[in-house]
């Protein structure tokens, strides 16, 4: 293959993995979205909607493949290669967390018993994987360090979601019938989980920016 046909490969997997990206993003904003308005026939179509995200990571991994056996890239090529193969493989966790969130939704009893917009800080967890794709696209490790900054504030916001929740469940358990009691811990477990799983998300937009700071600079500051 020539250079400049190379070349044209390695934008094109770039262009791929933004493009992957994308389609990520737009299934956590559906997710999101089912979260915060219970409605079942939306929830429905994001926990059935993943197989798109799963055939264009497959696709993906084997340009990844193609371009490891055939080009056998060194130097920097090398390492945007690598650092996409393993975005992609973050994208496609980042898009079945997405799916939980529409199972979340369905499974939940009474989500009035839970005052805690985590919506709010699932968007901000979204925020942060969509400013970690901008940087991979541009090359920007400035960018890189910025988005695993922030990522100690989704942290905080999810600790503190969850001690509400806790709190919460707490101050209304007392008085509650049994069975309402029961329905109550099945409601709140569900929203620790998904708590636990908006601040995964932003651990990947995270790692999304660690693999992006090695391909741009060698750099193994953020790869944990």
């Known amino acids: 293959m020539p250079r400049e046909e190379f070349q044209?490969?390695?934008?094109?997997l770039r262009d791929g993995v933004r493009e992957m990206g994308d389609l990520v993003l737009a299934r956590v904003d559906d997710g999101l979205d089912?979260?915060?308005?219970?409605?079942?026939?939306?929830?429905?179509?994001?926990?059935?909607g993943d197989d798109e995200v799963n055939d264009r990571y497959l696709?993906?991994?084997?340009?990844?493949?193609?371009?490891?056996?055939?080009?056998?890239?060194?130097?920097?090529?090398?390492?945007?290669?690598?650092?996409?193969?393993?975005?992609?493989t973050d994208l496609e966790r980042v898009g079945d967390l997405a799916t939980n969130f529409g199972r979340y939704a369905l499974a939940t009893e009474d989500a009035r018993h839970v005052d805690v917009d985590v919506v709010d800080v699932g968007r901000d967890a979204r925020e942060l994987v969509a400013d970690a794709l901008?940087?991979?696209?541009?090359?920007?490790?400035?960018?890189?360090?910025?988005?695993?900054?922030?990522?100690?504030?989704?942290?905080a916001l999810c600790q503190a979601a969850s001690?509400?929740?806790?709190?919460?469940?707490?101050?209304?358990?007392?008085?509650?019938?049994?069975?309402?009691?029961?329905a109550l811990m099945d409601d709140v477990s569900r929203l620790l989980l998904t708590i636990r799983d908006v601040e995964r998300v932003a651990d990947?937009?995270?790692?999304?920016?660690a693999r992006t700071l090695y391909a741009v600079e060698s750099d193994p500051e953020l790869v944990y």
């Open 8 to 12: 044209r490969s390695l934008e094109d």
């Open 34 to 48: 089912a979260l915060e308005t219970a409605d079942d026939k939306f929830a429905r179509s994001v926990v059935h």
């Open 59 to 88: 696709a993906l991994e084997g340009d990844c493949i193609d371009l490891f056996a055939l080009q056998q890239p060194v130097a920097g090529d090398l390492r945007l290669v690598a650092a996409s193969f393993k975005i992609l």
């Open 134 to 155: 901008d940087a991979y696209a541009a090359g920007d490790a400035a960018a890189c360090r910025e988005v695993a900054a922030r990522d100690d504030d989704v942290d």
């Open 163 to 182: 001690e509400r929740v806790v709190r919460d469940l707490i101050e209304r358990e007392a008085g509650e019938d049994p069975w309402r009691t029961e």
């Open 204 to 209: 990947h937009g995270v790692n999304v920016a």
